[in-house]
């Protein structure tokens, strides 16, 4: 089996592109792996599993991507990491794997940042959310609208969705979403993640065992900041806290507006026990974890994804507190603490102050979780799922596309012709089409039953 995989890689700061790397070693186990990116460098680790090539639009490109039996494209909310992956899902239906199912962060950052298309992003929103969103539209374009306003009412998921021929998504608020934009099949499983194997030493050396350590205990913030990451919110929970001096906090990370935050933990009178170390490479921050004693994990409001950044704070044993909301409302009470979008300065202080109390408990979370991590997150159960899924899309799926493009004939007959009109030709196009793909599932039946050729050197062994 031979499988076009589009995604950012590492060294990217995408986070899937370590979704991407914690998952290709099984992949390239079951088949033969084209890795496809727009990047001009990667890492090279990545050669022992698959081969990587550079995405450039043209013909020669789509020669070698139709030779493949699955292709699978992975779609995030960062424009400079996914939107040469969103223009090639435009010419290429594969099966698209959505870790963000709100985005509109990603759709003003094709138009606005990248194509410098203001009326072109107008009639997006338009189009998917009527007068009220191009109004809306015009406002964001001039920094009257916020990010989070944005993305909470006009989430932009139907024209990511448009061309696939299947959806994989990881949680159920994503499942529910998707399946409102799309008539392509939609599956959602758990977001995968390969559980590190500790040695003796670095599990002894865990700063996590709080019982044993003297305060003050170590809070860890990471990941990309933006302003649904709470910041503002952790910062005034820990200066309304008389206890504050038993913490410090760590923060990792672009932060969305670093210079605001450092101000304000000034003015707050905490800057003396917060740090923003910025973005760091992959062994600095696996240190920090590993000296850390609690994790903060907020997103409000979310845009529908499962978080990487759990599963790694899990992966190291790490008690955590989680936003009650989406897909992290329905993590195990067992394995998080949970704070309330609408009084999270409140739980803030209050779940600080348990852990003060009884840092046992806590430390019994984080064990929790990482039993959770080994037992629903397996790379190999995910990958198998996965390409079953791939397999079952790429079987039924001119049926889909012969819908798609009835419907879309449809839409666009509709604007020219009187509803008297329609059925005939809307009829007459359905039959052409569903006659042009049953050739070419002939074709492929025929081509299918051929003698296999003959072998003339030895097959790629992943």
Known sequence: MKLNWFSPLPPSRSGVSVYTASLLPVLAGRGEVILWTDQESWDPCLDRYAEVRRFQPDSAVWAEVNRADLSFL????????????????????????????????????????????????????????????????????????????????YPLTGPALQNAAGVVVHTKQAFEMARLHTDAPVVRFELP???????????????????????????????????????????????????????????????????????????????DIVSLHGFVEESELEAALSASHLAIN????????????????????????????????????????????????????????????????????????????????????????????????????SRGIEKRLTARVGTEISRWLHPAAMDPLIHHAATEINALSAGTRRVEREATDQPPAPETGPKKLL
């Open 74 to 153: 992975n779609i995030g909310n960062n424009a400079l990491f996914h939107r040469w992956i969103w223009l090639a899902s435009q010419r290429h239906p594969g099966v698209l794997i959505v870790h963000d199912v709100r985005l509109h962060d990603f759709f003003a950052g094709v138009y606005l940042h990248f194509q410098k298309d203001l009326d072109g992003y107008r009639g997006l929103m338009r189009r998917y959310h009527g007068d009220e969103g191009a109004r809306d539209a015009e406002l964001f374009a001039r920094h009257q609208r916020d990010a989070a306003y944005m993305a909470e009412r």
């Open 193 to 271: 993640y390969k559980v590190r194997e500790f040695s003796a030493d670095e599990a002894a050396g865990s700063a996590v065992s709080a019982p044993d350590t003297p305060p003050p205990y170590r809070l860890i913030v990471f990941g990309h900041l933006g302003a649904n990451r709470r910041i503002e919110s952790v910062l005034r929970a820990l200066a309304e806290l008389p206890e504050r001096r038993q913490f410090s906090l760590d923060i990792y990370g672009e932060v969305w507006n670093e210079s605001d935050v450092r101000r304000m933990a000034g003015e707050l009178g905490v800057g």
């Open 298 to 397: 907020l997103r409000y409001p979310t845009v529908g994804e499962a978080s990487l950044s759990q599963l790694i704070i899990w992966d190291h044993s790490l008690p955590t507190l989680v936003e009650y909301v989406g897909w992290y409302a329905d993590l195990p009470l067992e394995a998080v603490s949970f704070i309330r979008p609408e009084h999270e300065i409140a739980d803030l202080k209050v779940r600080l102050r348990n852990f003060l109390e009884d840092p046992q408990w806590f430390e019994r979370m984080g064990k929790q979780g990482r039993r959770i991590l080994k037992e629903r997150h397996a790379p190999d159960t995910y990958a198998d799922a996965l390409l079953r899924f791939g397999a079952e899309v790429e079987r039924t799926g």
